[in-house]
């Protein structure tokens, strides 16, 4: 890509942003009456269903706290960003200050706290708040939720594991994941050294475990020592889960200034997204096996929003840091297949789930997974990547294998 | 239908019964190392997976066993059951006689009983099996089982449930459906005044609770007092589960004389097959929503054998019982569809899982839930059904309206 090219994308996520995905959840999401926030929405804005799921109210709060930190204090995004909080802060949490699951319109508590991704971006959408408010309140639930992260990572599930100790013990790929993401996004509130003595555990589980060196896929369940499972979980490969995990690796590289960490996600980016790709219809499958046997999600084959628009993300920034043509290469053919299937021509936001052929299962613009998130987010991580003067990585010759150093 | 088209179907359900389905289970599916079965099995009868599933070895251990007892006493067949009941029997249990719901392929337990289904299987398997040996131990077995998840189902997943209890509680369809048709098939082993006294029970809270008087069609999840719940799970409907359960009830009016829940369970099967019918594809969809609203399940168009094979064993029985042409009818366009998509022209068994437009959407013909279980049944049920000389119900005017009486 060419610099006006870059330009003319860039200008163009940022419109699709502010004109017409902000404006939908600005509109339709906001419960005016019991605080918190609508996400089950058709395609047109209308509240089909009025249940509360903490992982979304939690990243609403933060994508509204984000803009206002990053793009322009509008009181109108600070206030929608309090109103998730403050719902969240009164009825989110159980007595040990663990995050439910889901809630009631009312706030009344209907599923336990069973998945520690509720608190994942309960952390997350406080710290980003807390830069927003300077409030110590928001800043200590940050604090204390990410500590009980980190002590719950072990066993995430808790009592609601299903598992038989000891016959398969497997851990999985989205929490480390996501803690590379949120430990970065909460560094000012945790303090640099703490994140810099957690962060490189992290990447090197990533990296290590889950990272199969023979065939340079990423599996999503492994044993604890990082071997292969032949079972349904451990076949088990979530090309978008991967390609997420590879630029919030990036993001990390940057910071601490790790070259070899950016060389290690660009091929195994390229390489997943390459596996991943549906060469029949185009688009990234949902699941696929690692042995190419049936997977056990019937949904294998449908094509999610958030699995192309994180990878868009990925191959933005890894271009701006390498400069390799493959990577703008599938980002303008993820754009095009993005842009036909899941934008709604007719009313603002972007469908979620398309069957194998591309064409809407759910009409839905909300629902109980998808929420004001991976769009928004998309589109502003596109935008700001391609819109940076220069390059992210600006002096290469300072970007050294660093990774040990961490 | 006129009586050698019904003879003509009766013997191509009985053929594809004996020499395609049930030659592909005996063939493939036996451990003769360590027991059981293997149920993941491709198109060709490769073992993909070998975990062990307590629903489909308890499904397989009494699909042979009533084969042995109703079709022929085969000692191939009876071999085969007891091969799968002695696995179940020295591994299937927890301490508290409660059935795992997986185990791996030597018996070691891989998931907790968390999944009453798999008791209803096992004891289904094991008084199956005391009618083809008289083994006073697989009765007990079986009769101890039965009276567990009696205890159980007000509670059917324990502590594993994850909804916080009182908020918003609500009775699921699938035991008291599945309970019809196992109290049916234990009647031998419980004693007939023991079922005579629960049966009445589980079709009154089918027919009243979950039936909605308003639309004619019933819910998989409403509260404890038998009203529509506006949420993602009371607005789920499950037309196979409905039809499924339509046959179980006209078996159950069958044997208990019982003309006017013939008449409902017509009258439920035609409308809930009329809303459940794809006007587009063709087929049955696998979900919908009472309100029209998205699912949340992503496979919801999707069409599944079971529910397509279970809707016409719904169908001959409801066209033998009441002569409606609607059935009839049913049954041929049900009959075209399967054998057109879900018959596998080239390999035996069939096909599970099609997309929405009748494509294979997996190609194995079993895996974690499609085992030896709704093929052969199906094919059983059809051929005995439409070769019975006369209608099942021999006199018509001996079913007087006498459910009360049950």
Redesign the interface.
Known sequence: MINSELNQYAALYQTELLDNVIPFWTEYSVDKIFGGYFTCL?REGNV??T?KFVWLQGRQVWMFAMLYNNVEKKKTWLDIALNGADFLKKYGRDEEGNW??SL?REG?????A?NIFSDCFAAMAFGELYKATGSEEFKQIAVSTYYQILERQEHPKG??D???PG??PLINFALPMILCNLSLSLEDVLGSQTTAKIVPELISNIMTNFYQEDTGLILENVSREGKFV???EGRLISPGHVNESMWFLMDLAVRYNDQSLIEQAEKTLLRNTEFGWDKKYGGIFYFLDY?G????Q??W??KLWWVHLETMIAMAKCYKLTGNQSCSNWFEELHQYSWKHFKDPEYNEWFG?L??RGDP????KG??WKGSFHVPRAMYEIWKTLSSPSPLQKDSATLSNSRNKL
Do not use: N
């Open positions: 058709t089909f269903d249940d439910y699951f009631t009344i508590p209907l599923i336990q069973y009592i609601y299903k598992s038989v016959t398969r032949d079972s349904f042995k046997y049936p997977p056990q019937l949904e084959d449908q789930y069957d194998r299962l759910l009409t839905l629902g109980k």
